[in-house]
């Protein structure tokens, strides 16, 4: 049975989420990816953005196997509603690799929005369809 | 007090940087991995400080707190959405925290002990004992182990990184 998702953002924000992204591929020294835009079951109001940053965090592999993430407010630069937030959960290859052959939570979480058709891909670098793969289980 | 976190983070970096000038020594460079290592921490408490300042206005939130290394904090800063050009707080941080400077933080954390992984030889570090490339231990404290050189240019890291935190906490405190 399809579980439809209870995430009241999804997919409103992808322009804006396209915005940021297009800023983060100006960071050279940790190149985007992969970004992809998705809605888990929980903080259905939230906006929750993944990214596999090459060198992110020097290209290691948290050892208590969580991926990263973190949580931003309102700013002007990239307003969102009252009582909403952004997610950004950020990775490397290598550690998105061991997140999603082990299952880590935040991995699980994201391949079940995938699962689900509840997601959006706002870049993947046209040399890493690999990381893609990687990433919806292919 | 707006920010004491921030600012508690930011004392302890100064007094990590006065500990780094007082192992200082052209002439013994057996301090020098004492000295690096010291600035390696007013680094890391530095970027500690924007942290807890950011996350004392709303802006920020760390799921799992004080963990993280110091280069995936680094990186939580600097994806911070921010306008260019614009003298935010956003832009403000995206300024100290640039390409030049990510690439120095990197080469600092590089020097901090770490586990080496199966088959490969222990790292040069600040702390623990380090091979060379014949399999030989060494000591950080060893003749020939880091230069002067070395410790001036990382001096220089820490002082502009714990300089504009400090201008950025205090941005943030207004």
Same mark, same amino acid.
């Given at each position: ?8 953002? =999804? ?36 906006? &929750?953005? &993944?990214?596999?940053?090459?060198? &992110? ?10 991926? =990263? ?8 630069? =990239? ?20 997140? &999603? ?38 | ?174």
């Amino acid at each position: 049975m399809t579980v439809t998702t209870l995430n009241r953002d =999804f997919p409103r924000s992808e322009v804006k989420l396209r915005g940021l992204v297009d800023e983060h591929r100006r960071i050279k020294d940790e190149p985007v990816l992969l970004a992809l835009y998705y809605a888990p079951q929980r903080d259905p109001q939230d906006i &929750f953005l &993944f990214e596999v940053l090459d060198q &992110f965090g020097a290209n290691s592999i948290d050892p208590d196997r969580q991926l =990263f993430e973190v949580t931003y407010g309102s700013t002007r630069a =990239f307003p969102v509603d009252a009582g909403q937030e952004l997610h950004l959960v950020l990775t490397n290859p290598a550690e998105a690799k061991v997140a &999603f052959e082990e299952g880590w939570t935040g991995a699980a979480e994201i391949r079940d929005a995938i699962d689900r058709g509840d997601y959006r891909v706002v870049y993947l670098d046209p040399a890493a369809p690999h990381i893609w793969e990687l990433v919806r289980g292919q | 007090m707006a920010n004491d976190l921030a600012w508690t983070w930011l004392r302890q970096a100064g007094a990590d940087f006065a500990a780094a000038d007082r192992c200082q020594d052209p002439r013994d460079l057996t301090m020098a991995c004492h000295s690096i290592a010291k600035h390696q921490q007013t680094v890391e408490k530095s970027v500690k400080a924007i942290v807890a300042a950011l996350s004392e206005r709303g802006i920020i939130r760390v799921a799992t707190g004080f963990r993280h290394t110091v280069e995936r904090l680094v990186s939580a800063l600097v994806h911070l959405p921010h306008s260019p050009g614009n003298k935010d707080l956003q832009g403000r941080i995206h300024g100290l925290l640039n390409e030049h400077h990510r690439a120095e933080i990197d080469a600092l954390c590089l020097l901090a002990p770490k586990r080496p992984d199966p088959g490969q030889l222990a790292r040069r570090n600040t702390e623990y004992p380090y091979q060379n490339a014949d399999g030989s231990w060494r000591a950080p404290a060893d003749d020939g182990s880091f230069r002067e050189a070395e410790v001036d240019r990382f001096r220089r890291l820490a002082y502009r990184i714990h300089g504009g935190s400090c201008r950025i906490v205090s941005a943030a405190s207004r």
